[in-house]
């Protein structure tokens, strides 16, 4: 993300908006029969390293759960984020989906068309933590330990996709005059922008794996159940609460900005930050989590 950052100032010239064209950037890798797409390259990588980050934690002292465990949450998690994710995107920002047949080809639904784009954060975060209760109720886990475990590792999925849309050239930010300020071809007002899809990758990922990552490996906060997830929960959705003032809203949802002075997105987070500074609290009045083995894992 650096070296990302670095190319794009290193093209900047004084008081001239960067060209987003000018960058070299590809929508994704061109196999001649077939684009594989940065954006799905980008869920792929942060479920992957998410799985093989998650499976060092669970050989770790007072795991909740065994690596058959960890297993079944790297396939419903994914499953929760793409189903709850498209979900979320539809019910928050865009309800007609669910009525909408006017497409051709063997998809005429726009619900399931999500090569179109459209996923919801937070109804992602909804989804995987269905996978999560899911699998917790079938394995008779600690559910909240479990959601700590998982917390730890979704920021990695957070940055890659920030950078995607970045990679993708969509949403972007808002009009600015700052040095980066950055003019996408997709923009129809062709008006220099802040490259918010960065700013969010750097908070939203990479922040917060500064974050979780120390106090996982180097403190003792994976012995009390709660406190991790809500430490994720707080910073992600204050992280999203302050980027919002920076990535432009989109077009159909400007009207709730324009009556309320804060983006849909930042009306969803403040309940999340409610919620995730309630889950702290409750996680250090509690008493830490034995250092127990982990389930059998047959």
């Known amino acids: 993300m650096l070296s990302l950052l670095a190319a794009t100032l290193a093209v900047a010239a004084p008081g001239t908006p960067i060209q987003w064209a000018e960058l070299g950037l590809t929508p994704g890798i061109d196999l001649g029969f077939f684009t594989l797409r940065w954006y799905s390259l980008a869920y792929l990588a942060g479920i992957v390293l998410g799985y093989w980050h998650l499976s060092k934690m669970v050989k770790a002292p007072g795991s909740p759960m065994a690596q058959r465990h960890a297993d079944d949450l790297f396939f419903y998690c994914t499953l929760g984020i793409i189903l709850g994710g498209r979900l979320g995107y539809a019910l928050f920002y865009r309800p007609e989906l669910f009525a909408d047949f006017s497409h051709g080809g063997l998809m005429p639904w726009g619900l399931l068309r999500l090569w179109d784009g459209g996923m919801s954060f937070h109804g992602g975060v909804i989804g995987v933590l269905a996978a999560i209760a899911w699998v917790s109720l079938r394995g008779g886990l600690n559910w909240l330990r479990v959601c700590d475990y998982i917390a730890v590792n979704v920021p990695f999925g957070m940055m890659f996709g920030r950078l995607a849309n970045f990679v993708n050239g969509e949403l972007y930010g808002r009009p600015t005059?700052?040095?980066?300020?950055?003019?996408?071809?997709?923009?129809?007002?062709?008006?220099?922008?802040?490259?918010?899809?960065?700013?969010?990758?750097?908070?939203?990922?990479?922040?917060?794996?500064?974050?979780?990552?120390?106090?996982?490996?180097?403190?003792?906060?994976?012995?009390?159940?709660?406190?991790?997830?809500?430490?994720?929960?707080?910073?992600?959705?204050?992280?999203?609460?302050?980027?919002?003032?920076?990535?432009?809203?989109?077009?159909?949802?400007?009207?709730?900005?324009?009556?309320?002075?804060?983006?849909?997105?930042?009306w969803l987070s403040l309940p999340m930050i409610a919620v995730g500074l309630g889950v702290i609290a409750y996680s250090l009045t509690r008493r830490p989590a034995s250092e127990t083995k982990a389930p059998a894992a047959a």
């Open 177 to 266: 005059d700052v040095a980066w300020a950055m003019v996408f071809p997709s923009d129809p007002l062709g008006l220099a922008r802040h490259p918010s899809q960065l700013y969010q990758a750097a908070l939203e990922g990479a922040l917060m794996i500064a974050i979780l990552l120390p106090l996982f490996w180097y403190t003792r906060a994976r012995y009390r159940p709660g406190l991790l997830v809500g430490v994720f929960t707080t910073g992600i959705a204050a992280a999203r609460f302050v980027n919002e003032f920076f990535r432009a809203p989109d077009a159909h949802l400007a009207y709730v900005v324009a009556e309320s002075g804060l983006s849909r997105g930042q």
